[in-house]
């Protein structure tokens, strides 16, 4: 049997580059005492067995990446741990996301940070469930506590993340074709996301999508909306824009935007 452990010193995420030291400090104090507890109840209920090194760290949240031993025999699997961050900047924005979703009603407060961060893990983690129940790529969600979210890992055996879209290298003599599929599955996968899931992505780019083997993986949905929300549409015009900025950029010969959104819409 494994011993369970939270091990932040021992980083195997090769990922890392020298500047980075700077966020990775920020990293580790994100886990203060709360944080350490939570993962620890996480290990104990059996979610996961060690959390390792950040996968990303960011303004808003840290991701780690995590491994769980299962009590039989079978294949330890990879999680994702994303840890949101108390910090007062960065979020003052983000309350027009809450405002308006009915399941927030009256629930959150602009004065309350740590109930505000709760909140962005809990949403996030619907949204998931949501996405993921049908069919479209995404982490697995996997539990949620307080502002700590579990999921799947999105990547490979020896803990490498999947890419960024940003990032993908499409290889091949079919690049080109390869770059007008992604976009066709992009669209189909923005209206399968309004019309099945209804939701709207609201921060949707090449930031937020991974690539791996010819797939699109959906992540980052805390801000996500339901399609009803007052700002909804306004937010689905902006991820369509993003959507069709890179696009555009990688050579592919983009639809208009009036006519995404119709076909998104409709
Ligand atoms: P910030 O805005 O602070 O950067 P964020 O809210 O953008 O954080 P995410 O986009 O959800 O956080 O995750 C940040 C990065 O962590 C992603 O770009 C991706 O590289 C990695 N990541 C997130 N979730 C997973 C996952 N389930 N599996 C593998 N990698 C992940
Ligand atoms: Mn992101």
Known sequence: KHASKIRLDNVKQSQVREKDKADRATAELVLDN?????????????????????????????????????????EPTQKAIKVYKTAILGFKDRERYITGDHRFKGGVGKGNNRKMIEAWAQKEFRNLNRIYDNGIPCPEPITYKKHVLVMGFLGDKRGYAYPRLRDARLVGDNVEEQWHSLYVKLLGIMRRLYQVCELVHADLSEYNILYHDKELYIIDVSQSVGHDHPRALEFLRMDIKNVGDYFRRQGVDTLQDRTVFNFITA
């Open 34 to 74: 709360r944080t350490r507890m939570i993962l620890l109840q996480m290990i104990n209920r059996g979610f996961v067995s060690e959390v390792h090194g950040a996968i990303s760290t960011g303004k808003e949240a840290n991701v780690y990446g995590a491994v769980l031993y299962p009590e039989n025999a079978d």
